[in-house]
């Protein structure tokens, strides 16, 4: 019965790779949104999408495309990796005032 | 989105009350304030928000100023599974449609260690 889940848990790749960042949410929501926080704690917001279209668009790198296929899927994928993406990226999901966040996916670039 | 400003950290006892500040001086009419808090590895935990009202549920209390420049976050019995960073975030709870897709811009937090 998990409402925010994200797949996978940890990710360890290569400088240069590409890689997903899958992340469902089974709530009936119409707003997703991808967050990240860096090795310093600071959660930063990354994208938000409302029902599929893109609302919310930080300042951040065009290597990192989200895709959201459903209300209910809301993917990111990161192209050329680099050093600097290591991070913990956090999945959410919200109907109204309160966002409910997924476990997070601890991506770690060699 | 206005500013908010809160301790570093702070500590509290096993089974005592546990007051978290937070200074949000330039919130505006529409702005609500909201808490949430991320223990150790996990995702953030929404746990209250209110706009000029007190408020409370199972998790906490959200006491506000009558100026609305200041609130505090009230853990009643704290326990040791209550460590965590706590952030006050203040930000428009809905859009002008109704549906809520506003960023949630968190700062440093306070963190809160509650030890037996």
């Known amino acids: 019965d998990t409402a925010v889940s994200q797949t996978p848990k940890y990710l360890v790749t290569q400088m240069g790779n590409d890689k997903s960042i899958k992340c469902e949410q089974n709530l009936g929501h119409d707003t997703m949104y991808w967050y990240k926080q860096d090795s310093k704690k600071f959660l930063k917001i990354m994208f938000s999408y409302n029902n599929k279209e893109l609302i919310i668009n930080e300042t951040v790198p065009n290597r990192f495309s989200p895709k959201s296929p459903d209300k209910a899927h809301l993917n990111l994928h990161i192209n050329s990796l680099e050093l600097g993406d290591s991070a913990v990226y956090f999945c959410a999901s919200s109907l109204r005032a309160e966002q409910f966040f997924g476990p997070g996916t601890r991506l770690t670039v060699l | 989105d206005a500013k908010t400003t809160q301790p570093p950290s702070m500590d509290c006892a096993e089974g005592r009350a546990a007051n978290l500040p937070c200074n949000h001086s330039?919130?505006?009419?529409?702005?609500?304030v909201y808490w949430y808090r991320q223990i150790h590895s996990q995702g953030p935990q929404y746990i209250i928000h209110g706009l000029k009202n007190n408020e409370t549920n199972e998790m906490a209390s959200l006491i506000i100023t009558e100026d609305r420049k200041s609130s505090t976050l009230i853990l009643p019995h704290a326990t040791l599974r209550d460590t965590a960073v706590y952030y006050c975030i203040v930000r428009v709870a809905t859009n002008a449609g109704g549906t809520s897709y506003g960023k949630l811009t968190f700062g440093q937090g306070t963190i809160l260690t509650v030890h037996p």
């Open positions: 330039t919130i505006s009419g529409n702005e609500y």
